[in-house]
């Protein structure tokens, strides 16, 4: 079963606009990361926030972490078309096997 | 290769035919994954190696599901007696460290379409 769920579950704006995508999890993590698919392709690591982290930033991505609420979100700055993919959280447990846990996904489309 | 490599990327097998899915992972990766993915869904994890051993095995949907590594490199993930609920997405992932404190490299994918 997956860990988490994003919010919302599909977002359209327009070019240079700013996307926020929330995630909420369930059990105690280690860190959490932030992936995107495009169509038809494999997952992309976006971004890392470790569990003693609150923000993070790496270009257009700015990540916020809050493990007292268990969630997480992704803001992507000024947005292009090439942004246009699903986006998804992932999060590594602080206990047991190693395994990323994933949501399921905002779908993101970015128009010209 | 650069990247994890998958093969073959699209399978078609008839209901109740045995398939094997092969990942390439990055040279000297020491974790390797394998999820599965169904349309629209985030991707459910499988079963991981850390080298050639493997540690978890929980999320193999059936004892139909079988995934080796013998050598620590390549992995191989099998399924027999396919169903029409197996089609899905199948991707690996490779990871240069044994915990997850990095990020996991994915390859592309094999589609799994049962017929």
């Known amino acids: 079963s997956q860990q988490g769920e994003e919010d919302p579950q599909a977002l359209s704006i327009q070019e240079g606009e700013n996307a926020t995508m929330n995630c909420s999890y369930k059990?105690?993590?280690?860190?959490l990361q932030w992936y995107r698919q495009n169509s038809g392709r494999g997952l992309v690591h976006l971004i890392l926030i470790r569990s003693n982290e609150r923000e993070k930033h790496s270009g257009r991505l700015r990540v916020t972490l809050d493990t007292s609420k268990k969630s997480s979100s992704l803001l992507i700055t000024a947005s292009r078309a090439a942004d246009t993919a699903s986006y998804f959280c992932?999060?590594?447990?602080?206990?047991?096997?190693?395994?990323?846990?994933f949501g399921t996904g905002t779908r993101l489309l970015v128009s010209p | 290769g650069a990247g994890v490599s998958q093969s073959p990327r699209y399978k078609v097998a008839k209901r109740g035919q045995d398939v094997a899915l092969r990942c390439d992972p990055i040279?000297?990766?020491?974790?390797l994954f394998w999820y599965q993915q169904a349309l629209g869904q985030g991707p459910e994890f499988l079963t991981y190696?850390?080298?050639?051993?493997?540690?978890?095995k929980s999320g193999l949907p059936s004892d139909r599901f079988f995934a080796e590594r013998p050598e620590g490199s390549v992995s191989t993930l099998k399924i027999q007696r396919t169903q029409q609920e197996d089609s899905a997405v199948y991707l690996c992932?490779?990871?240069?460290?044994?915990?997850?404190?990095?990020?996991?490299?994915f390859g592309q994918g094999t589609r799994l379409t049962v017929v």
């Open positions: 190696f850390q080298n050639e051993a493997q540690l978890d």
């Open positions: 040279s000297g990766h020491v974790s």
């Open positions: 992932a490779s990871s240069r460290r044994q915990d997850l404190n990095t990020e996991a490299f």
């Open positions: 059990t105690s993590i280690n860190n």
């Open positions: 992932a999060t590594a447990p602080n206990t047991g096997f190693q395994k990323l846990v």
